[in-house]
């Protein structure tokens, strides 16, 4: 990697240590090698700007010094704070070989960064990728799969972990199993339901030996994530929808459709399984112009009084 700054041999022999044990001991690919050392380069070189000679005299107020010159610099934070993190395991390792006895770049943290969230797809668009009249077994199997994510607003781990026995058509309910193994239980009508009693019906043909899971693959397996991901994807280019299609992006509109709807965070939050609301309150942003409109139908401020 070439550089137009002459480094110590203080910085570089240290580096040069660090770089052969992720590529011997951790066996880091190629790529993260690299970026391990592109990150690690430009943090050596702004130190040595600086007037520092080795590792050992920079501390916190340095490593602030440095990630305050990449925020003025315009870096995004996620590039920020993986420039951090390689900093952090270069002093870790350093910590681990006894030249250094504390890690300076601990407490030292990029911006925090805004969580983007997928942009749901709106009723008209979801109708469209809906629209699957197909009889085979695998158009009814993935139809009942987008109706079943976009019903309940299950994630894609919790369908492709449900087994039959975990639908009770009788109760209108599905017994899910969460994050952090916790179960619970989600409604299940309309054409959720539907749809998955047609899937059903043509399981069999498909079906292997005595597999338990609800939905499975041509081979007669437990479907993958991977497998529903792509076959979602497809559908949303053969029903000429104009947004890209993944599971994700069906749970994020059931959200925001429901909220959008009925205005009940705490309902929603139950629904999806989140075990704090603010979680849910980033997950599922109602569109600005619909809540204006409510407000201008609700407010009784919202009208001026017209003036006699």
Do not use: C
């Amino acid at each position: 990697m070439s550089s137009t700054i002459h480094l110590p041999e203080e910085f570089t022999e240290p580096l040069e240590r660090f770089y052969g044990y992720l590529r011997n001991e951790k066996g880091l690919s190629i790529h993260t090698q690299n970026n391990y050392k592109k990150q690690l380069q430009i943090m050596a070189e702004q130190l040595f700007e600086l007037g520092l000679k080795d590792w050992q005299h920079v501390d916190a107020a340095w490593v602030r010094q440095i990630a305050s010159k990449g925020m003025r610099q315009g870096i995004k934070s996620s590039s920020l704070a993986t420039r951090l993190s390689s900093l952090r395991s270069f002093f870790d390792f350093l910590i681990l070989r006894g030249e250094l006895s504390a890690n300076p770049a601990k407490g030292v943290s990029a911006p925090k960064q805004k969580k983007t969230l997928p942009k749901n797809l709106d009723v008209d668009q979801m109708d469209l990728l809906l629209d699957v009249n197909e009889s085979d077994p695998l158009s009814v199997r993935d139809r009942a799969m987008m109706e079943l994510m976009y019903g309940t607003g299950i994630r894609l781990s919790e369908m492709i972990g449900l087994d039959v026995k975990d639908i009770s058509n009788s109760h209108g309910e599905i017994r899910v199993i969460g994050k952090g193994n916790k179960e619970r239980k989600v409604p299940f009508s309309g054409y959720a339901k539907v749809w998955v009693n047609k899937w059903l019906t043509l399981r069999p043909i498909l079906l292997k030996q005595n597999e338990p899971a609800l939905f499975i693959s041509k081979l007669g397996r437990r479907i993958s994530s991977r497998n529903v991901q792509k076959r979602m994807e497809q559908w949303g280019l053969k029903q000429g929808v104009s947004s890209h299609i993944s599971p994700h992006k069906l749970r994020h509109s059931f959200a925001t459709h429901v909220l959008e709807s009925s205005g009940n965070l705490r309902a929603v939050q139950e629904l999806l399984g989140h075990e704090n609301i603010s979680t849910t309150q980033v997950y599922t942003h109602l569109n600005f112009q619909h809540l204006a409109q409510e407000y201008d139908k609700a407010h009784p401020r919202a009208h001026k009084k017209k003036e006699k």
